[in-house]
């Protein structure tokens, strides 16, 4: 991850605090060969790695909803923004 992303992520919360929500992932022996290779290349454990992984991608995700919030304005809940690709007068109240 590079010092941006690290610094984004600990600003949202992402990095940092105690780690008290484990979870079990399973993979197939490839997956899990390729991650601990990664992950060893890396100087880090697997779990770290994976953990990293994830946070990139939450990383990546959030920028995408915002840029999409830019475009289609700020809902309130999830919902509200259902259906605002089509065509209706609703819709393009919003």
């Known amino acids: 991850m590079r010092t941006d992303e690290m610094n984004e992520a600990r600003e949202l919360g992402f990095l940092?605090?105690?780690?008290?929500?484990?979870?079990?992932?399973?993979?197939?022996?490839?997956?899990?060969?390729?991650?601990?290779?990664?992950?060893?290349?890396?100087?880090m454990?697997?779990?770290d790695w994976i953990r990293e992984a994830c946070i990139e991608k939450l990383l990546v995700e959030r920028r995408k909803f915002n840029r999409m919030r830019k475009v289609w304005g700020h809902p309130k809940e999830t919902r509200d923004a259902r259906g605002c690709h089509e065509n209706t007068e609703s819709n393009l109240e919003h």
């Open 45 to 47: 454990t697997k779990a």
């Open 16 to 43: 940092g605090g105690k780690l008290d929500n484990p979870v079990t992932v399973k993979f197939n022996d490839l997956t899990d060969e390729s991650i601990e290779g990664v992950a060893n290349a890396s100087d």
